[in-house]
């Protein structure tokens, strides 16, 4: 290979005078922007206000089972049920009796929690 110096390439220059606008994320655009998403977030806030104070029932199915009375009456302390699930599947999340999520469980604090990972659409229900 021949060395750099040996190349006859011819140099550019940049032309500044393109009639692309140039873009940034400085100055007052940007604030303008942010302001404007920020208006956005305020007033849908401020929209949904009055159902704030709706109570909702959450629940999160770890697994089903289908068990006989005879066999419920039986069961006891130390009793294990087999649920349909296998273990690290996710859970079902459930607002007021409807799918909406699935997700992990994970410990807080000493207590159970759930982190959702899908939130459901209504077709996709299945």
């Known amino acids: 290979m021949s060395q750099d110096s040996d190349l006859d390439l011819?140099?550019?220059?940049?032309?500044t005078s393109t009639d692309v606008p140039a873009t940034t994320t400085e100055g007052?655009?940007?604030s303008q922007i942010s302001q404007t998403l920020a208006d956005e977030d305020e007033k849908?806030?401020?929209?949904?206000?009055p159902v704030f104070?709706?109570?909702?029932?959450v629940s999160a199915?770890?697994?089903?089972t289908h068990i006989e009375l005879n066999s419920l009456l039986k069961l006891k302390a130390g009793s294990v049920v087999e649920l349909e699930r296998k273990v690290g599947e996710a859970i079902d999340i459930y607002v007021n009796d409807r799918l909406v999520a699935r997700g992990e469980i994970v410990v807080v604090d000493d207590r159970l929690g759930v982190t959702m990972t899908e939130?459901?659409?209504?077709?996709?229900?299945?």
Request: cysteine-free.
């Open 10 to 15: 011819p140099e550019f220059e940049s032309d």
């Open 61 to 64: 199915v770890l697994g089903k």
């Open 53 to 57: 104070d709706v109570p909702v029932n």
């Open 119 to 126: 939130i459901i659409k209504d077709g996709d229900a299945a």
């Open 44 to 49: 849908t806030a401020t929209d949904l206000s």
């Open 28 to 30: 007052s655009d940007a």
